[in-house]
Nanobody
Framework: QVQLVESGGGLVQPGGSLRLSCAAS????????MGWHRQAPGKQRELVAT???????DYLDPVRGRFTIARDDDKNTVYLQMNSLKTEDAADYYC?????????????WGQGTQVTVSS
């Protein structure tokens, strides 16, 4: 089992920055895919960024170049550095760990942290 706790959300003006953190309790395997998703009011949850233990990162097109995902397996933590924030980035952000056991995926989620982008 993996429990995830996000932190770092808050209110920021357009153009500002925030750094989200997600601390995992329980072991994180090198094969685990870690990521961030977000869900804005009235919209479906969308995948923002993922990162492998080899630091291969993938991003949602609208955030590429502005957001950076990083993971520290020694600390069981994944980060999302968000720069040049836009009003459309406002959402609840959720940390995710996807683990595959014999090819069957299991997803673990944090409780979410709110990001508000407003002047």
């Amino acid at each position: 089992q993996v429990q995830l706790v996000e932190s770092g959300g808050g209110l920021v003006q357009p153009g500002g920055s925030l750094r989200l953190s997600c601390a995992a309790s329980g072991s994180i395997y090198t094969s685990d895919l870690m990521g961030w998703h977000r869900q804005a009011p009235g919209k479906q949850r969308e995948l923002v960024a993922t990162i492998t233990s080899g630091d291969r990162a993938d991003y949602l097109d609208p955030v590429r170049g502005r957001f950076t995902i990083a993971r520290d397996d020694d600390k069981n933590t994944v980060y999302l550095q968000m720069n040049s924030l836009k009003t459309e980035d406002a959402a609840d952000y959720y940390c995710n760990v996807r683990r595959r056991i014999f090819g069957v995926p299991s997803d673990y989620w944090g409780q979410g942290t709110q990001v508000t982008v407003s002047s």
